[in-house]
């Protein structure tokens, strides 16, 4: 059997520079306010019978 090695690879100053230009240009992507955090909540609050047909199918 195989060991799956996981590295994490964080991008370089230049690289998160360019990521963060393109999340300011893009219109649909922008930090929720505090308002909106509080409101949300969870998939499985909201529609339970989904998540635990997932659940079901997919495993937890």
Known sequence: MSK??????????K??????????????ARERTAEEMARMR????VVPHIVEHYRRTRGK
């Open 4 to 13: 799956v090695k996981h590295d994490v690879v964080f991008p370089t100053p």
């Open 15 to 28: 690289e998160d520079a360019a990521i963060r230009a393109g999340i300011a240009a893009d219109p649909d």
């Open 42 to 45: 969870s998939a499985s609050e």
